[in-house]
């Protein structure tokens, strides 16, 4: 009889580290760009808030 191993696992683990790859690289994108959107959503407010002030088209 010929010794198979067993992988039944290994296509598991590949993805669950596909999977940690993934949220490490959006926690990173988060890092890096949420104060720059932060920083949109506070200028959109504020040119709501004051229309002529901002030089907006209101």
Do not use: C, D, K, T
């Amino acid at each position: 009889m010929l010794f198979l191993p067993q992988e039944e696992g290994q296509g598991l683990v590949e993805y669950a580290l596909i999977l940690v790859l993934i949220a490490v690289v959006v926690i990173a994108i988060l890092l890096v760009l949420g104060p720059v959107v932060g920083n949109v959503f506070s200028n959109i407010v504020y040119v709501m808030q004051n229309p002529r002030g901002a030089g907006g088209v209101w």
